[in-house]
C-alpha cells in the first residue's frame, strides 16, 4: 500500500476530521467551479464558558462533497458570502492566520433571506433560563423575547465575544434571528447573533 492509499484512508476516519456546525461565510474564492477556498467565522467556547469567534480558511478541491440542506449537489461558486454551513474538515491544519484546513464535506444551510434583523432595546437578560427580552416596557405586544442557544453569538461595540450576563437593561442591541416568531405574548424567536450598538 502507497503512502497515498494510507493518507486517504486516515482522513476519512472521523478522528481525522473535525465539523463546525452553522458557521458563517465570510469570503468565498474560486479558482474554477469546484476549487478555491471559503473563509468561515465560528463560535467557540474557552475554559470559562466564553464565546469567541474563530477563522478558518477551508481549501476546497474536487474532492469536497458540497450539498444544500436537502442533499442536493451544489458547486462551490454557488456559495456566496453570508451563508451559513456546515463543514467537516482535516483536523490537520495550518498554524497561519487564520488557519487552513482541507474541506471533506460542505453542508449549505438555509438561505439567509430566512434571517431577519431587528434593532431593538434591551429589557432583560436572563442567563438561567437563556433568553433575552427586548422592546417596549410594560407593553408586551411591543415586546420580542429571544431564546438565546449555545449557538448565539453575542458581541460588544466592537464585535469581541461577550457573556449574556454583559447585556444591561437599556442597552441597544442589533439581533440576527429565525424570521418565523410564536404567537405568543410577547411572541418569541432563536436569536442567532446579538450585537450591542
Known amino acids: ?49 466564553k464565546s469567541k469567534k474563530t477563522l478558518l480558511r477551508l481549501n476546497v478541491t474536487r474532492n469536497t462533497e458540497i450539498v444544500d440542506h436537502r442533499g442536493k449537489s451544489l458547486c462551490l461558486c454557488e456559495i456566496k458570502k453570508g451563508m451559513r454551513i456546515d463543514a467537516r474538515f482535516s483536523s490537520n491544519m495550518t498554524r497561519s492566520i487564520p488557519p487552513q484546513a482541507n474541506a471533506c464535506e460542505i453542508t449549505v444551510l438555509k438561505k439567509k433571506d430566512e434571517v431577519s434583523v431587528t434593532t431593538t432595546r434591551v429589557l432583560n437578560a436572563d442567563v438561567r433560563n437563556g433568553f433575552l427580552l427586548t422592546g417596549v416596557p410594560c407593553n408586551p405586544s411591543q415586546q420580542m423575547r429571544f431564546i438565546i442557544t449555545d449557538a448565539t453569538v453575542i458581541l460588544d461595540k466592537c464585535g469581541r465575544p461577550i457573556r449574556l450576563c454583559s447585556l444591561c437593561a437599556g442597552q441597544m442591541v442589533r439581533v440576527e434571528h429565525a424570521s418565523f416568531q410564536t404567537a405568543s405574548i410577547p411572541p418569541q424567536t432563536t436569536a442567532f447573533c446579538v450585537q450591542i450598538v
Open 1 to 49: 500500500m502507497n503512502n497515498t492509499n494510507v493518507n486517504n484512508q486516515m482522513l476519512s476516519r472521523p478522528r481525522d476530521t473535525m465539523c463546525v456546525e452553522n458557521a458563517l461565510v465570510e469570503d468565498v474564492c474560486t479558482d474554477s467551479r469546484m476549487s478555491g477556498h471559503i473563509l468561515i467565522s465560528y463560535s467557540v467556547k474557552d475554559d470559562c464558558g
